[in-house]
């Protein structure tokens, strides 16, 4: 019977042409069909939803269905990701009993790495800096992605006393083969302080399902209200302290007539422990609501019906939310920081984060209707953020896994071309 190679008019003995040992390795991929993608879930035991999470399950749903996505998480809590190929391997990340945790911790990294290490795949994407149960990131034998969020750590010390997030990170950086950025600051500030790591970065934009989601209904407090919105967390760079300072300072502007009586801050975010409501002084007098941990059709209603969104923060690696404001056609404020320019660009109201004063106005001339050429600055917003989407997100990070699998040679497929 004829050989492979007496078919390509090879022979035996003679030089291996690379007609053939490309053929080799097509039919290989052909066989193999879909690429296949190991994510290493450990952002999913730390956020089970909401997030960094949700970036990442909204990526792997929107992946091509010839992409497999594998993804190893937590055996107890399996989450919400969805796509045709998945398939998902639960590992235990916590012992039977809390007290064990320190105890079983080397254990159980140990088993979740040989897991790991033993999963057929194309490449292997981490979805932090570190892995499950926090063990360490680490070069195998696979081409090896990190998503680069941010230098928020690095740019408020105080977020990370010991330093130990900030060096898993660095950890991380050094072994990925490829990093993606999910913004151009956030690429510029990686080369500026890896400059070496330049050459395998890339930028991929995140992008806004929220439109996707069917409203819920108005929460009855706020039918007939004006009310502009806050979300997210509370503490450190988020800055919400310049929101309520802001507030408190309007309440007298309302006593004066300067402010409608039926307008509202609303705050979504999560629930406010009485150490925090101290320090803000929270009356609970209805003219600030809280709604913890609301659902997306609630969040989507709370966008579409607010005078404004609020984004005050100092730091950040993308500001989803502005994105999804701006998908809600709701007026956005936001600080101006380089991130918030290359996201919302001309489509939003920008002030110093560290201007109470500046804030309030913002804030009074929403709620009065009175923000500057509003209906343009909407339009605009409205068309800049149908830009973002997760599947031009899943498209460009599926093109930087093909890219790095054909940069990549692999020892079986070496041995293929072997003479």
Excluded at 118 to 126: K, L, M, P
Excluded at 144 to 167: K, N, R, W, Y
Excluded at 208 to 229: C, F, H, K, M, N
Excluded at 237 to 246: E, L, P, R, S
């Amino acid at each position: 019977m004829e050989s492979l190679a007496d078919a390509f008019g090879l022979r035996r003995g003679g030089d291996v042409s690379g007609e053939f040992c490309e053929t080799i390795v097509l039919m290989k991929t052909v066989a193999q069909s879909k690429m296949r993608i190991l994510y290493e879930g450990a952002i999913y035991q730390i956020l089970r939803c909401g997030g960094v999470a949700r970036c990442f399950s909204e990526l792997i749903h929107h992946l091509s269905d010839d992409i497999q996505p594998i993804v190893m998480g937590p055996l107890a809590d399996q989450p919400p990701i969805h796509h045709v190929n998945l398939q998902y391997r639960g590992v235990q990340t916590e012992p039977p009993v809390s007290w064990l945790r320190k105890l079983t911790r080397d254990r159980m990294q140990r088993q979740i790495a040989n897991e790991f290490d033993s999963v057929e795949c194309d490449i292997e994407h981490w979805t932090y800096y570190s892995g499950l149960c926090r063990r360490p990131i680490r070069r195998g034998t696979r081409p090896l992605v990190v998503t680069v969020l941010d230098f928020v750590h690095e740019a408020f010390p105080l977020l990370d006393p010991s330093g130990s997030q900030i060096a898993i990170k660095r950890d991380a950086i050094r072994a990925a083969d490829q990093l993606i950025c999910i913004s151009q600051s956030t690429h510029d500030e990686l080369c500026d302080r890896f400059p070496e790591s330049r050459d395998k970065a890339s930028v991929v934009p995140l992008g806004t399902s929220l439109s996707d989601v069917s409203p819920a209904r108005l929460p009855d407090e706020l039918i007939g209200q004006r009310y502009v919105l806050f979300v997210g967390r509370r503490n450190s760079y988020k800055n919400f302290a310049v929101v309520w300072h802001a507030w408190k300072r309007l309440q007298g502007a309302r006593l004066q007539g300067a402010l409608p009586d039926d307008t509202k801050l609303v705050i979504v975010g999560p629930p406010m422990k009485r150490r925090e409501a101290a320090e803000l002084d929270w009356k609970g007098d209805g003219s600030a609501i809280l709604m913890p941990n609301a659902s997306d059709a609630v969040l989507r209603t709370l966008y579409e019906h607010a005078s404004a969104f609020l984004f005050p923060s100092k730091a950040e690696g993308f500001g989803l939310p502005s994105l999804e404001a701006m998908a809600a056609g709701t007026p956005v404020l936001v600080s101006d920081l380089p991130v918030m320019r290359e996201v919302v660009g001309r489509c939003g109201y920008y002030f110093d984060p560290d201007d109470v004063d500046a804030v309030a106005e913002m804030i009074r001339a929403a709620l009065t209707d009175s923000l500057p050429d509003k209906s343009r600055v909407v339009a605009s917003a409205f068309e800049r953020a149908s830009m973002f989407t997760w599947r031009s997100t899943a498209e460009r990070t599926a093109a930087i896994y093909r890219q790095l699998a054909e940069q990549t040679i692999r020892p079986h497929d070496s041995m293929l071309c072997a003479v």
